[in-house]
């Protein structure tokens, strides 16, 4: 009976210690305050499960900066995106959530102050000739105007948190090419409304290189998962109208979600070395 209860507390301190060293690395593998900025592909719109207190920002649960958050446990997560946002409300507001023990941003913005809701309902509702002109327009903006625009954004990005990575995350492409039979929009409006996407991306790349921040290439990790695929992660003409074109949760799951995640580590990396 003397053995049995020694071995039994031997067991239990063993345990306790266990427990303890679990509970330290824990601790210690906590990640550093993420601080989550940007337009709608941020916040979640489209996604489901939406934070009540966030009104018509529709941040989501199910937004790749909550899927972050929860499986990475940073010391601090704030979580300002919100549907509809442009270059100045992060300029104007939401940087205000950063500082310098800020550990990680992450950014989707531009995509808004291209237009690129004006554009899907001018192709979804015009003509061929319609839609290749509202395109044209957008991609005049994004060529001209845009960059400068991204700038200030990266540049108060910078100033308000200077030690923080940041992953500056792109636009999917909204169209599988070649897409055969699919209803909806023509071949031509879909390539015209891809090429815009291809340009938005490359264009948010070099203004975020130019910054020395991390690119997270969204457009290659939903390949085979746009619309008329078979397989979506984007929603199509949906309702309510805000969710249409905008990734569903699978599209944050399985395409911003691991996108961010690769990214981080790469930049935390960088920034070690």
Not at 182 to 207: E, F
Request: proline content about 4%; glycine content about 10%.
């Amino acid at each position: 009976m003397r053995l049995t209860r020694r071995l039994s507390l031997v067991v239990a301190l063993v345990l306790g210690c266990v427990l303890a060293l679990m509970n330290a690395g824990s601790a210690q593998a906590a990640a550093p305050a993420y601080v989550a900025l940007g337009d709608s592909y941020s916040s979640g719109n489209g996604a489901g499960d939406y934070i009540d207190s966030s009104g018509d920002c529709h941040r989501s649960n199910n937004a790749y900066p909550s899927l972050w958050a929860e499986a990475n446990n940073p010391s601090s997560f704030t979580f300002v995106a919100c549907s509809g946002a442009v270059t100045s409300d992060v300029t104007g507001s939401q940087v205000n959530s950063l500082s310098s023990s800020t550990g990680l941003v992450s950014i989707t913005i531009g995509g808004n102050d291209a237009g690129f809701a004006n554009v899907m309902t001018t192709c979804v509702l015009g003509s061929d000739t319609t839609c290749l002109n509202r395109v044209a327009t957008a991609r005049s903006f994004v060529s001209s105007t845009l960059p400068a625009r991204l700038d200030s954004v990266y540049n108060a990005i910078k100033s308000r948190a200077p030690n923080a990575d940041v992953v500056v995350l792109g636009y999917p492409r909204f169209y599988t090419e070649p897409s055969g039979i699919c209803l909806g929009l023509s071949q031509t409006k879909r390539t015209a409304i891809n090429q815009a996407a291809d340009q938005l991306n490359s264009v948010i790349r070099a203004r975020a290189a130019a910054h020395g921040f991390t690119y997270g290439d969204v457009a290659a990790a939903f390949d085979g998962h746009e619309l008329c695929s078979g397989d979506n992660w984007l929603h199509d003409l949906a309702l309510p109208v805000w969710a249409a074109y905008h990734p569903t949760a699978l599209g944050h799951s399985g395409g911003y979600y691991p996108v961010l995640s690769a990214n981080a580590l790469t930049s935390a990396r960088a920034g070690a070395a």
